[in-house]
Nanobody
Framework: QVQLVESGGGLVQPGGSLRLSCKIS????????WGWYRQAPGKEREYVAH???????DYGDSVAGRFEISADNARDTVYLEMNSLRPEDTAVYYC??????????WGQGTLVTVSS
């Protein structure tokens, strides 16, 4: 089964930036689209963004204009550049297939904490 390893999270002040990475254990080129999701404490996991093989990108309403998803096919890695971070962006961030995540492939995620 495919393994997903997220990294790059941490503690950042409001207004700051972080870049998350998701290393995928298989070639991502034939298996697009890929997405980012997040789960805040006490809340359901929610959609953040996805990217298609064509380069088309889509974002959830709460992150549009602040986050950018990208991918490096040669490195089998998907990225999430997060800018203008807000306290409400605090969550564990995960990558997985979009629109139907592979249930058996959820990684450990990477924790992003936005706080002063």
């Amino acid at each position: 089964q495919v393994q997903l390893v997220e990294s790059g999270g941490g503690l950042v002040q409001p207004g700051g930036s972080l870049r998350l990475s998701c290393k995928i254990s298989e070639s991502i080129l034939p298996s697009y689209p890929w997405g980012w999701y997040r789960q805040a404490p006490g809340k359901e996991r929610e959609y953040v963004a996805h990217i298609r093989a064509t380069g088309y990108r889509d974002y959830g309403d709460s992150v549009a204009g602040r986050f950018e998803i990208s991918a490096d096919n040669a490195r089998d890695t998907v990225y999430l550049e997060m800018n203008s971070l807000r306290p409400e962006d605090t969550a564990v961030y995960y990558c997985n297939k979009w629109p139907i995540p592979r249930a058996e492939s959820w990684g450990q995620g990477t924790l992003v904490t936005v706080s002063s």
